[in-house]
């Protein structure tokens, strides 16, 4: 009980919410513009994959990008509606970054996004879901509150009344959730036990990487120790994580394999998501405790 009290009554600085906003901002920007010229071509009527593919699984009605447009076109033509839907989308990732009632562009742009990706279910992947759930972190945390337009425009509505401490608890839990159940996921089978999940995401075809290591390794060993490891690094980070002696090594580690899967897998907007959600937790981990912590203490943010 006493650890527990301990674990939520340690005070953070605001500054993983203003990295937090200002990065998943622009991560959400670029992956929207890195299919700007292809978004007719995948998510409107012009799909080169009919959209009714793309719905005919789904279990309940929701609000896909179809429906918007077709809502659009009765007050505009389909160009305009199309191009409006894309300047929102951008518009609503600026005042996000910018801090501009971010918490209200958040939920507008959680719409756009869960209506887009529901209208391309053969395309999405795990960044379109740490998108959609860092976007509602962004709406549940005082993300205005802090080094912001909103601040400095208007001080007496941003004024934070939420714990901080309660937020960066709530995120670091859900990390943690996360890599537990993906590297128990993994123990469960085979696949990464004798590195063939690593193997095939190497050998895809015609996906560009910064390095091929499939035409110059084909020691087994090679993707096993590799598929180990993920394996490792996901299963024992909630302990490691967590614990202040390993805590710095484990981040590190967790990093390097994100940027492994970027070098490698060509898997940018998720390994970028990810990168940033362990920084949020773990990086700015400094407690602004001025009464117990000494004088000579350091008063930047790091490990």
């Not at 469960?188 to 063939?196: D, H, M, P």
Request: proline share 3%.
């Amino acid at each position: 009980m006493k650890t527990l009290q301990t674990f939520f009554a340690k005070s953070f600085s605001p500054e993983f919410i203003v990295f937090f906003r200002i990065a998943i901002g622009i991560i959400v920007l670029v992956h929207f513009l890195s299919f700007w010229s292809d978004f007719d071509l995948l998510y409107t009527n012009h799909s080169i994959i009919p959209l009714e593919l793309h719905t005919a699984y789904n279990t309940f009605d929701v609000l896909t990008i179809d429906k918007i447009l077709g809502f659009l076109n009765g007050y505009f033509t389909e160009n305009q509606s199309i191009l409006l839907f894309k300047y929102t989308y951008v518009i609503l990732c600026i005042l996000i970054i910018s801090g501009f009632f971010s918490r209200i562009s958040a939920v507008f742009l959680l719409i756009l996004q869960v209506s887009f990706v529901k209208s391309g279910s053969l395309f999405f992947y795990g960044a379109d879901f740490f998108t959609s759930m860092s976007l509602f972190y962004i709406i549940l945390f005082p993300s205005s509150s802090f080094f912001s337009l909103q601040q400095r425009l208007f001080p007496k509505l941003s004024r934070n009344v939420q714990s901080l401490t309660l937020c960066k608890r709530l995120i670091q839990i859900h990390v943690c959730i996360a890599y537990f159940f993906s590297g128990l996921d993994k123990i469960l089978g085979f696949n990464w036990w004798n590195g063939e999940s690593i193997w095939k995401a190497i050998h895809l075809p015609n996906l560009y990487k910064f390095v091929a290591l499939g035409d110059y390794i084909q020691n087994p060993v090679f993707y096993i120790i590799f598929g180990w490891g993920t394996i490792i690094i996901e299963l024992f980070y909630p302990l490691f994580i967590n614990l202040n002696k390993t805590r710095k090594y484990w981040l590190i580690l967790t990093i390097s394999m994100h940027v492994g899967i970027i070098l490698f897998f060509n898997l940018f907007f998720f390994s970028a998501i990810m990168i940033v959600w362990n920084l949020t937790s773990y990086y700015f981990n400094y407690y602004n405790e001025t009464k117990t912590v000494p004088a000579h203490s350091p008063s930047v943010s790091g490990i």
